[in-house]
């Protein structure tokens, strides 16, 4: 019996095997509900993770840009941050080796979650009692943070952010992830990303940075508040120094190098965002208010330039005086630059307005024009001698600028004196409605008063036009009479199309010729650049337009109200701005186009009998719709082209009045026709007379018969 009950004893499962059993399946029964329940959160966090970003539709920072693709002026999110999309190809490859090699080393391999570096994570805060001691975050992590904008510090906060970088990395590539932690990243303040981070606190674009710069912007987005370099520099340095350290022992960095870097100082304060062509970026933002990146055809470095070189001129004449200035292209018509102000914030020179796009009083700025029309149309040649004397034109009675006449002068003396009466007195011969007609065909838009037609008055500034305007025409006259149109970005570039020129070739050359010849401002050289000043009613507003070979420069000074400026003139007050603008071109001078064929250099003891002296014809002969008449040559003149010698110097026959086309004949057999200009040449066999005549579109026709020898 003893040995019975000693056998049933030694079956009977010992107590702590039984209790370990019990402990193994609570265990696993508990190990399972954390599963299915880990499983649910999984479930219900994919269910509402937000959807997989795009970095090309992320709510970013506009930047307008200029021709090069540099930054303009950046412009805040609608929430008030700035945040300029970056990518990896736009930062300096030192910066991301030192970023991959500090916070995710494999990076390239995970896929989105780095187990170890969880573990070791969850060991460490087990150890230091509930204190986070590293956060195991991979890149990707981050960039899942930083995508919801929602804080982690908590078990299910973690694991959806765990969740949601597996999520982006089954649907994006390292380097859309990679540019989005670029573009996200907080820096401090309203800063986000590395592109806005390096201009706030370096002043200038991440592609290039040093070691000491690209640690420190490894550094700020862990707590970006608290390591601010213009909120707290001891923490700041700190930062990058801890950062600098570690890339030592990962072999990222030499130490030499580190501590090369230890020695840069840390920046102290923010810089301000770039603010270039303020104006012109704002107008073009809000012509298109869906772009992310707006490109205009200015280049930054003049742009920057000109802007200090307003600023600065503007203070020396007076703190309410304004600046603006326009360069563009004479080719092109491609604004290179516009300043519409002398300082955006300037208060009392109401900086925020635009004036290239005010509508002022030119002056005597569109004389050049009035002696355009008047060579076109034969009525005179540079060398013509035209009389500066009191004339009145019925209540219209015109002065020149200084109270005094000079008698007999040549129109070139005329122009490069800018006086006043010859030009009123071509004026009238040329017509204003030609003039105003003219400016339009040049892309300008004059402002007569209401109900008005154009009158003499518009000649010496009785018209408003703007700066951007005047450089329109003065870019034609450059460009030999033919219209350019400014394109500076804003909206669809203008169609390039046959267009009525402003002015022929030959007298837009007469014309640069004799503004080439204007006597320049102190600071100027002359034969530079052909300019023109003008000077508006009552010192209201200084004008100075000038051009090269290649770049057509306009200048206005002011003030916005329209106060008088005592002593403010063109000479004294644009003309230095001009000179120095175009000093400022560098490789863009060029000097000014040789002379086209048809150019007449004579005396004026050379020059055919009704060139040599300028003289008033009847508003009949020179209305539009007078039938053609052959300027020159004259009817039975002998005209020497050296064929006795057995040259071939072309023939230059010259029309005025009249509807073009114009088709030219020589002896009944046509040599030319001209769709808008008023001259052809014709190549004569050799010496003896001929007929030379020339019909309009009308049918009305005019004969000379001439002598060559």
């Not at 307003?310 to 604004?335: C, F």
């Amino acid at each position: 019996m003893i040995e019975a009950d000693g056998d049933n004893k030694a079956k009977r499962p010992r107590p702590w095997v039984a209790r370990l059993t019990l402990l193994g399946f609570s265990l696993f029964v508990l190990v399972l509900a954390s599963v299915i329940q880990l499983t649910s959160w999984v479930t219900t966090i994919s269910a509402n993770l937000p959807p997989v970003p795009d970095v090309a539709l992320m709510p970013v920072s506009v930047a307008v840009t200029d021709r090069n693709g540099l930054l303009l002026r950046p412009f805040t999110t609608a929430d008030g941050r700035w945040r300029l999309p970056a990518t990896k190809a736009d930062v300096d490859k030192r910066f991301i080796d030192m970023l991959l090699a500090y916070e995710d080393r494999n990076f390239a391999r995970h896929e989105g979650v780095e187990w170890s570096s969880m573990a070791r994570a969850a060991g460490q805060f087990v150890l230091a009692g509930g204190k986070i001691v590293s956060g195991g975050s991979t890149l990707t992590m981050q960039v899942a943070r930083l995508v919801e904008g929602q804080p982690t510090r908590n078990a299910y906060g973690k694991l959806r952010q765990m969740v949601h970088a597996q999520q982006l990395e089954a649907n994006l590539s390292k380097d859309e992830i990679l540019d989005l932690y670029l573009t996200l990243a907080p820096y401090g303040g309203n800063i986000e990303g590395i592109r806005a981070a390096s201009l706030a606190y370096f002043g200038k674009e991440p592609t290039r940075l040093t070691t000491a710069e690209a640690a420190l912007l490894v550094a700020l987005p862990q707590s970006p508040e608290a390591r601010r370099p213009d909120r707290d520099l001891v923490a700041a340095l700190a930062s990058r120094n801890k950062v600098l350290d570690r890339l030592v022992t990962t072999g990222t960095i030499a130490a030499e190098e580190a501590e090369a870097a230890k020695r840069e100082p840390i920046p102290e304060a923010r810089r301000a965002f770039p603010m270039l062509a303020a104006h012109m970026a704002e107008q073009a933002t809000k012509a298109q208010p869906e772009a992310r990146t707006v490109a205009l055809t200015l280049d930054r470095q003049l742009q920057d330039a000109l802007e200090r070189l307003a600023a600065a001129r503007a203070r020396l004449i007076d703190p309410r005086v304004s600046v603006a200035i326009v360069a563009a292209d004479i080719e092109t018509g491609e604004v290179l630059a516009s300043v519409g102000s002398a300082g955006l914030f300037d208060q009392q020179s109401a900086g925020f307005v635009d004036m290239t796009q005010a509508i002022r009083s030119p002056g005597s700025t569109l004389k050049p024009m009035i002696y355009g029309l008047a060579f076109e149309l034969g009525l005179a040649h540079p060398q013509s001698l035209i009389e500066d004397r009191p004339t009145a034109f019925g209540g219209y009675v015109p002065v020149n600028f200084d109270g005094f006449s000079r008698g007999t002068v040549t129109i070139h003396d005329a122009l490069t004196e800018s006086l006043n009466i010859p030009a009123v007195v071509v004026l009238d011969a040329v017509g204003p409605a030609r003039l105003v007609s003219r400016l339009r065909r040049a892309h300008a838009d004059p402002r007569l008063p209401v109900d008005t037609a154009p009158s003499l008055a518009v000649g010496l500034g009785g018209v408003g036009i703007t700066l951007r305007d005047l450089v329109s025409v003065y870019a034609a006259i450059g460009h030999g009479g033919v219209p350019v149109s400014l394109y500076d970005g804003i909206g669809p570039r203008p169609e390039r199309q046959v267009a009525a020129p402003v002015l022929d070739p030959v007298s837009a050359w007469y014309v640069a010729d004799i503004l080439a010849d204007v006597p320049p401002p102190l600071n100027g050289s002359p034969g530079r650049i052909a300019y023109k000043t003008g000077t508006s009613y009552g010192y209201r507003d200084a004008w100075a337009i000038g051009f090269d070979g290649k770049t057509v420069i306009g200048v206005w000074v002011g003030r916005p109200d329209g106060a008088p400026v005592p002593g403010l003139s063109g000479i004294l007050g644009a003309a230095p701005v001009l000179f120095e603008a175009f000093d400022r071109l560098g490789s863009r001078k060029a000097p000014l186009p040789k002379a086209p064929p048809g150019v007449l250099s004579a005396s004026n003891a050379e020059l055919p009998t009704p060139l040599r002296r300028f003289r008033h014809p009847n508003e009949n002969l020179v209305a539009r719709v007078a039938s053609p008449e052959i300027a020159f040559p004259g009817d039975g003149v002998d005209v020497d082209l050296g064929l006795a010698s057995g040259s071939q110097a072309p023939l230059t026959v010259k029309v005025r009045n009249g509807v073009p086309p114009f088709t030219f004949f020589a002896n009944g057999a046509p040599f030319g026709r001209s769709q808008f200009g008023r001259q052809d040449s014709w190549t004569p066999d050799g010496p003896g007379y001929v007929t030379l005549s020339v019909v309009d579109a009308e049918g009305r026709g005019d004969s000379v018969t001439v002598f060559l020898d």
